[in-house]
């Protein structure tokens, strides 16, 4: 296992046009997260998962914003209707809780450009 | 609202300074302090502290968590360009959920 890995890196889209995120956590982690960082600025907390369940939404995360991880293993991030302002980096991170807790692993991210 | 603040935003010195990084935070449910590095892509851990006055160290760095006064610091020494970097820390509260400061730049200069 690599790490977390995240697809796509880059994302040029067209205002208005829906995107699609993928997030394949570390293995054995239970947990999955997603973050947003725009320029200069750290991560801000997007929603998180533990196996396929959503447990916590940010209230940054508007109803454009859809996230899923139906088998507990991978997620989706899906923005519909993109604006310019969602122009940022996504991050993805995976732990491990339970009666072991790691810190969060993160991913490479996707960098969203929304022209 | 859970905040966490991060000082100074940059920081520019010359290879084999020291250099302190500093951390303060207003949260409810705090569970575990976190530093990471950011060279322009994905964020690296460094430390995790949960009890005060213990120092985590790892090679040139350190750190060292004060619960009492809600602050921690990131010290390193002799500094290297390959220091250059973005330093976030973070706080983790119930759910696990990180709320992150704005990040320190670093530029290490030769």
């Known amino acids: 296992d690599t790490g977390v890995s995240q697809n796509p890196r880059h994302k040029i889209t067209k205002r208005g046009q829906n995107v699609t995120f993928r997030c394949d956590p570390i293995s054995e982690h239970n947990r999955l997260y997603w973050y947003r960082q725009t320029l200069g600025q750290g991560p801000e907390f997007l929603t998180y998962?533990?196996?396929?369940?959503?447990?916590?939404k940010s209230r940054l995360l508007s109803d454009r914003f859809s996230a899923e991880r139906p088998k507990g293993s991978f997620s989706t991030l899906e923005i519909q209707r993109t604006e310019q302002g969602d122009s940022a980096m996504y991050l993805c991170?995976?732990?491990?809780?339970?009666?072991?807790?790691?810190?969060?692993?993160f991913g490479q991210g996707t960098r969203l450009t929304v022209v | 609202e859970d905040k966490v603040v991060q000082s100074p935003l940059s920081l520019v010195v010359h290879e084999g300074d020291t250099v302190t990084l500093n951390c303060s935070y207003e949260v409810t449910n705090f569970r575990s302090l976190l530093w990471y590095k950011q060279e322009k892509k994905a964020p690296t851990f460094l430390f995790m502290l949960?009890?005060?006055?213990i120092e985590k160290k790892s090679g040139r760095l350190s750190s060292i968590l004060d619960k009492k006064e809600l602050f921690s610091i990131l010290n390193i020494t002799a500094t290297q360009t390959g220091d250059s970097a973005v330093y976030l820390c973070?706080?983790?509260?119930?759910?696990?959920?990180?709320?992150f400061g704005e990040g320190t730049q670093l530029t290490v200069n030769p």
């Open positions: 973070a706080v983790e509260t119930s759910g696990s959920r990180l709320t």
């Open positions: 949960t009890s005060s006055g």
């Open positions: 991170a995976s732990s491990l809780w339970g009666n072991m807790n790691t810190e969060a692993f």
């Open positions: 998962f533990q196996n396929e369940a959503q447990l916590e």
